[in-house]
Each structure stands twice: as C-alpha cells, then as structure tokens.
C-alpha cells in the first residue's frame, strides 16, 4: 500500500454493506483499510446487510464493528457523515443491492447509507458502487447510468481471469484491491495487466 506523509492527517473512507449477496467484499475492504495507518475507515450496515452477514460468514453487528474505527447506526442520519463539511475522500457501498442503487440514483436520503452517498456525490467525491444483481433489468441499467452521469463509478465486482485467480479469496481480493485503486491506495499485492508477453499461470 502506498503510504502517507507523516504529517498529513489520516484520510477517511466510508464503507456501506448493504443486503445483497457478496458482503465479503465489504468485509475485506475494512480488512485492508485496518493495515493502512493513513487512513480512518466509517462503517454503516444496514439491516438487510446485517442479515446477509450473518448468513453468509456468521459475523453479527457487533463483529462487523470491530473491523470499522468509526461505526454508525443506519438509521442515525444525524451522523457526521451525513453532512458535507466532515471531510472524506469519498464512499463505497459494498455490495450494492438494487434497492439502494435506485435510493441513491434517485436523491431518496431514507437512510444513513443513502444520505452519506448523496452527499459524496453532492461535494463531488468518489462513489463507488459494488453493485450485486444479475441479470439486470432495464430500472436497474437507468438506475446505473443516472449514478454515472452524477459522478459515481458504477463497479460490478467481475473476475479479473487474467490475474490467474486460483481462488474465490483471490477473486474477491482482486476486487477489493482495484477498488482501493480508485482512491489512490495502489497495493503491491494487486496482479496487475502487463501485457499478452506476461501471462500468470493457467488457473487449474
């Protein structure tokens, strides 16, 4: 990971799991973010999304907690976060169910969740959106595109095959690291495109 200054104080990164299947990825991202020194990660689960979690990995609210420097209640939209003068460097809600990919398309600030992405994207910071359905219908592809002409970056967590993936833990790590990428913290760890003369090893 690329480091910080020392001087430079820690940068914050909101995370938002939400209740579509591929909660690992939000899981992981806090991960990563706790080996960053330089920066500060903000947690909102919704409900749904701690429902999943517990479903797919056994984790609770108070497990996902304990990943997170700074956790909210969704229902607490008069958090920090819900306000554009406490600075981040942006968001990412990982996964994107539907339901909250239309709230945030549509401006509808039901939730903490929902309210902090708006206003991401009301202060012109990155959004990203791990967006989880398939196959998608057309409200989901407006829903999409209304984000991405508001500034977001609309990305499906798909498999990066030419980064010899011998795992779904490599897979999801792949995800997670390109994901980083967009708020300028580049991993070492990363298999990164070199080209056709450099191929990884065929994945068995």
Same mark, same amino acid.
């Given at each position: *990971?690329?480091?910080?200054?020392? #001087?430079?104080? !820690?940068?914050?990164?909101? =995370? ?10 939000? $899981? !992981? ?6 080996? $960053?020194?330089?920066?500060? &990660?903000?947690? =909102? ?5 701690? $429902?999943? @979690? ?11 907690? &304990? ?8 229902? #607490? =939209? ?6 554009? &003068? +406490?600075? @981040?460097?942006? %968001?990412?809600?990982?996964? @994107? &169910? %539907? ?18 992405? #708006? ?8 959004? =990203? ?7 998608? /219908?057309?409200?989901? $592809?407006? /829903? *999409?595109?209304?984000?991405?002409? %508001?500034?977001?970056?609309? +990305?499906?967590?798909?498999?990066? +095959? ?10 999801? /790590?792949?995800?997670?690291?390109? @994901?980083?990428?967009? +708020?300028?913290?580049?991993? #070492? ?9 450099? !191929?990884?090893?065929?994945? !068995?």
């Amino acid at each position: *990971m690329t480091p910080q200054p020392a #001087d430079r104080p !820690r940068q914050r990164l909101i =995370v938002a799991i939400t209740g579509a299947s591929g909660s690992i990825y939000g $899981l !992981r991202l806090l991960e990563a973010l706790r080996e $960053l020194p330089d920066w500060e &990660s903000h947690l =909102v689960v919704s409900e749904a999304g701690v $429902l999943n @979690t517990m479903h797919e990995h056994g984790l609770g609210r108070k497990d996902l907690a &304990s990943l997170a420097d700074v956790v909210y209640h969704p229902g #607490d =939209v008069g958090a920090a976060i819900a306000s554009g &003068s +406490f600075l @981040t460097a942006g %968001m990412v809600i990982a996964p @994107t &169910s %539907m339901k909250t990919l239309a709230a945030v398309a549509h401006a509808y600030a039901d939730n903490l969740i929902t309210r902090a992405a #708006d206003v991401v994207l009301k202060e012109r910071r990155r959004l =990203v959106l791990l967006t989880r359905e398939a196959p998608l /219908n057309l409200a989901h $592809l407006r /829903n *999409m595109v209304a984000v991405t002409e %508001m500034g977001g970056v609309v +990305f499906p967590p798909v498999p990066a +095959f030419y980064s010899g993936a011998q795992s779904v833990d490599d897979i999801v /790590n792949h995800t997670v690291l390109r @994901t980083l990428d967009l +708020f300028g913290i580049h991993s #070492d760890r990363l298999k990164r495109w070199k080209g056709l003369g450099e !191929r990884p090893p065929p994945t !068995r």
